[in-house]
């Protein structure tokens, strides 16, 4: 009975392993030695299987050819001991990131946060895993066991940092991060959040409202009818960019007149929820964003991450006028782009964490760190329409505003 529970629990381990590498991630600068084992458990599991069977007739001798086994670290189908000369596992640091359910490959926000920790791990010689789940569940599925990995203890002294950046599992981080103030080796990395963790682990927030204010006031000189496409009316982030461009665009800092009509327009602004609820409203289907483009009358603003994208994309395909988002672009169809720049925020926040002082326990990076910014790309006819109404002393007024805004907002 004893050798039947061993190999059952011989079992269930490998192939828990076998689950483990098969997780959507990025692996190419874990160690080769891991990578090795990892792909070698997977390949040997069905004789794995039939070993374990052997065990519980077989006695110590089975054993010992199961722990042979997982020991084995080479390619092929050869069963061998590890030898001693081979290289160890990497000591270096191990940054770990999970994203929103298909978050990665949005080439804004989220693709920003990937190019920022693989800077920061080349110039600090870290290795990465980045993993990007398919659905809310395989999310949760990460995020439980890296907290029970923390919790549990870990069997060496590597440092390591887990970044997450879904919004769509606060309750869970909030409830869980307590266990990261037990682990000398484990640190927590929480983007983004006004509000900071009451235990374990760290905080960063990079407000949106004031660059969204300043290019809010700004847009009405160049469109006077624009539509806010925003993700959710729960996520603290998107709330706070939606209403800071419509503060801002109501700002009368000028009033735009059309001579040949003899007629002022007025300033029109629709705001448009893709889902109800906090980490939902970041994916579109193309059907779908075809028809809010075909039902927009003027501007386009897209704060929905990867649905911003898309959404942003076809815009250049049917000619529509939008604000990049993220994204820095100069085409007929984008004059201005709204930008967080969230790769150089987390390269600071690892730079930190590497750091004797470690990462604060929340940081707030905005339009006065020069975290975000506007940029303008304006040919001949929309400069011309630019400058007719804002002057360089006008610009100045409105950024200083902005950011004087966002501290109060911030504060409220």
């Known amino acids: 009975m004893t050798f039947a529970i061993l190999a059952v629990a011989v079992l269930l381990s490998a192939i828990a392993w076998s689950l483990f590498v098969q997780w959507r991630m990025q692996r190419r600068k874990l160690d080769e030695s891991e990578r090795e084992v990892a792909d070698a458990i997977s390949r040997h599991i069905k004789l794995l299987s039939a070993v374990a069977a ?10 010992a050819a199961v722990m042979m086994l997982a020991a084995c670290t080479k390619e092929g189908d050869t069963i061998y001991e590890w030898d001693p000369d081979e290289p160890k596992a990497s000591a270096a640091p191990l940054v770990t990131v999970i994203y929103n359910a298909d978050a990665l490959g949005d080439r804004s926000y989220n693709d920003l946060i990937y190019q920022g920790v693989e800077e920061a791990a080349a110039k600090y010689g870290l290795r990465t895993m980045q993993l990007s789940p398919t659905s809310y569940e395989e999310g949760r599925g990460y995020l439980q066991s890296m907290f029970q990995t923390v919790s549990q203890g870990l069997n060496d002294s590597v440092r390591r940092l887990f970044i997450v950046c879904a919004a769509g599992y606060d309750d869970y981080i909030r ?25 374990g682990g760290s905080t960063l927030y990079l407000p949106y409202y004031g660059a969204m204010y300043e290019a809010g006031a700004i847009r009405p000189a160049l469109n006077e009818q624009a539509k806010l496409i925003v993700s959710n009316p ?3 982030t998107v709330v706070g960019a939606a209403k800071g461009f419509s503060d801002g665009f109501y700002n009368n800092y000028y009033r735009v007149e059309y001579e040949e009509y003899e007629t002022e327009w007025e300033r029109h602004l629709e705001t448009f929820y893709l889902a109800e609820h906090s980490g939902e409203g970041y994916n579109i289907a193309d059907s779908t964003a075809i028809n809010l483009i075909n039902d927009t009358w003027g501007t ?13 994309y076809l815009c250049d395909l049917m000619g529509n006028s939008y604000v990049g988002i993220d994204v820095d672009r100069f085409n007929f169809n984008c004059n201005m782009s709204i930008l967080k720049h969230v790769d150089r925020a987390v390269g600071l926040c690892i730079s930190q964490w590497l750091s004797p002082e470690g990462m604060p326990k929340h940081q707030v990076l905005g339009l006065k760190e020069g975290y975000t910014s506007v940029a303008l790309h304006l040919d001949d006819y929309y400069s011309e329409e630019y400058n007719k109404y804002i002057t360089e002393t006008l610009r100045q007024q409105i950024h200083e505003d902005a950011i004087r805004k966002e501290e109060e907002y911030e504060k409220r």
Do not use: R, W
């Not at 065990?55 to 054993?63: E, N, P, Q, R, W």
């Not at 991060?177 to 235990?199: G, Q, W």
């Not at 386009?300 to 942003?312: E, F, L, V």
């Open 300 to 312: 386009i603003i897209p704060i929905c991450g990867g649905a911003g994208y898309t959404i942003m």
């Open 175 to 199: 409830q869980n991060s307590h266990l990261f103030d037990s682990n000398p080796y484990a640190d927590l990395l929480y983007l983004e959040t006004p509000e900071p963790l009451a235990s």
């Open 234 to 236: 729960e996520d603290q």
């Open 54 to 63: 052997v065990l519980v007739t077989k006695g110590s001798i089975a054993l």
